[in-house]
């Protein structure tokens, strides 16, 4: 009862490790380990259709033991699918079809009857080799680990990694099932953030040229660094799919991921400090803000691709998602520190300056302003994580999806909200609604 219950335990620790693995494209990887003493290590998460396979080539696979000579069966792969995950939890007979050869429960992962065991090291050959690919047929979304369950024992090898499906007519799909729309939906919004940016040229370099401030022409680079993400993120994605690599793309995905992430709190940032359309300069404090948030954004990428590219079998891979929570989070709060400090500016000068109906206009606009940039960080930090975590993995495109759309919406509302105009909400209102400016300006207050 105490090596099941073990067994049990050491199932929800990898339960935990896969679900911080965010599912994503099961490229083909190449991993090394030298004097390894990890007792599992989780390599992808893979969402299966009826046509799955695995296929695992290792080579100079050892086993080093400080004590007696370990058994080379304590050495293994397996699969732990989301199904068996849960009949674990609940202590459930396991589906037959996972558990082909049960054996009895020696508190070893490799032995639990809620794994489906690939192979074990009892299977090299002489030189530590092996190559073999395996059907998965029950259709679910599957982890691949491996387990080392001899104590004080340590794991060279080298490691290549297969996960795809197969379509009807014999190709492979290195797509997850739930990954498959991706790089349609990358694709359709590249021709939105197009057509956004024919329009907001229109609007800056002829509608409207007189009054286009720098601001507005930093909004244009946004516009088009975005449209350049979604092309290369289309073709990574695209490319992973038909090939397993991303033929170069990455590199470009990660770059352009780098530069827009940039521009984009930038642009918050100096919206929200009134630059160039209120004041053509900016405070010290204000350009502090900018010398913090530009270095965060790159920590923050830096953290993004090493985690994207080598994955959870990295050893300080755990470490490098958590810089990157902690730079991103750091990096949303500190873009909106120039907005309260503009929004108070404006209320003391609304005090002395005697131009209560453009002061109003401005306050609420900053407002507004201020709600929408925390709702949209909000959802593409909690909302879309949360997306990716609960929902069905047949249905994981859903969460990029949606944070596509809720960019689309946030650009919508902040390049209509402050494109250039002759006329607009930062400019003074006629006479007739000055009084009933500086009655709403003392009746309401404009804190946080």
Not at 98 to 114: D, F, Q, R
């Given at each position: 009862?105490?090596?099941?219950?073990?067994?049990?335990?050491?199932?929800?620790?990898?339960?935990?490790?896969?679900?911080?693995?965010?599912?994503?494209?099961?490229?083909?990887?190449?991993?090394?380990?030298?004097?390894?003493?990890?007792?599992?290590?989780?390599?992808?998460?893979?969402?299966?259709?009826?046509?799955?396979?695995?296929?695992?080539?290792?080579?100079?696979?050892?086993?080093?033991?400080?004590?007696?000579?370990?058994?080379?069966?304590?050495?293994?792969?397996?699969?732990?699918?989301?199904?068996?995950?849960?009949?674990?939890?609940?202590?459930?007979?396991?589906?037959?079809?996972?558990?082909?050869?049960?054996?009895?429960?020696?508190?070893?992962?490799?032995?639990?009857?809620?794994?489906?065991p690939l192979f074990s090291f009892a299977d090299l050959d002489a030189n530590g080799n092996y190559n073999k690919t395996f059907p998965v047929t029950h259709p679910d979304e599957y982890s691949l680990f491996f387990a080392n369950c001899a104590p004080e024992t340590t794991v060279s090898m080298e490691v290549r990694t297969d996960m795809y499906n197969v379509n009807p007519d014999g190709s492979k799909d290195y797509l997850s099932v739930g990954q498959a729309p991706v790089p349609a939906i990358y694709a359709f919004f590249t021709v939105c953030y197009l057509v956004f940016l024919?329009?907001?040229?229109?609007?800056?370099?002829?509608?409207?040229?007189?009054?286009?401030?720098?601001?507005?022409h930093l909004m244009t680079g946004l516009l088009a660094a975005r449209m350049l993400y979604c092309i290369s993120a289309a073709e990574d994605q695209h490319y992973i799919r038909?090939?397993?690599?991303?033929?170069?793309?990455?590199?470009?995905?990660y770059l352009l991921q780098l530069v827009k992430g940039v521009i984009l709190f930038a642009v918050i940032a100096l919206i929200g400090t009134g630059w160039s359309f209120l004041k053509p300069f900016l405070q010290d404090k204000e350009k502090k803000v900018l010398m913090v948030v530009i270095p965060l954004q790159v920590a923050a990428n830096i953290a993004a691709a090493v985690?994207?590219?080598?994955?959870?079998?990295?050893?300080?891979?755990?470490?490098?998602?958590?810089?990157?929570?902690?730079?991103?989070?750091?990096?949303?709060?500190?873009?909106?520190?120039?907005?309260?400090?503009?929004?108070r500016s404006l209320r003391e000068s609304s005090k002395t300056d005697g131009k209560a109906a453009r002061t109003l206009a401005k306050l609420t606009l900053f407002r507004q302003f201020y709600v929408v940039v925390i709702g949209y960080l909000y959802f593409t930090r909690i909302i879309v994580y949360a997306l990716k975590t609960i929902t069905n993995y047949k249905y994981r495109w859903v969460s990029v999806a949606a944070e596509e759309v809720a960019t689309v919406a946030f650009y919508l509302f902040m390049f209509y909200m402050f494109r250039p105009a002759e006329r607009n909400q930062y400019f003074a209102l006629d006479d007739d609604e000055e009084e009933a400016a500086e009655l709403a300006l003392r009746e309401e207050e404009f804190e946080l």
């Open positions: 009862m105490a090596s099941a219950a073990a067994a049990r335990l050491l199932l929800l620790i990898l339960a935990v490790a896969g679900a911080l693995l965010r599912p994503a494209a099961a490229e083909i990887k190449q991993e090394s380990f030298k004097d390894d003493s990890r007792a599992s290590i989780l390599f992808e998460k893979f969402g299966f259709s009826r046509h799955g396979f695995v296929s695992i080539a290792i080579s100079g696979g050892k086993a080093v033991s400080k004590r007696t000579k370990a058994e080379p069966d304590q050495f293994g792969f397996f699969l732990l699918s989301d199904e068996a995950l849960f009949e674990a939890i609940y202590e459930q007979p396991p589906p037959t079809d996972l558990n082909p050869n049960p054996e009895p429960n020696t508190g070893c992962v490799l032995s639990s009857p809620y794994v489906k024919a329009v907001w040229l229109y609007v800056t370099l002829y509608r409207n040229r007189l009054s286009a401030h720098r601001i507005h038909i090939a397993g690599t991303p033929h170069g793309w990455d590199v470009m995905f985690v994207g590219e080598t994955g959870p079998f990295l050893q300080g891979w755990v470490t490098w998602n958590q810089i990157f929570l902690f730079v991103d989070v750091a990096c949303c709060c500190a873009v909106l520190f120039p907005v309260v400090w503009s929004m």
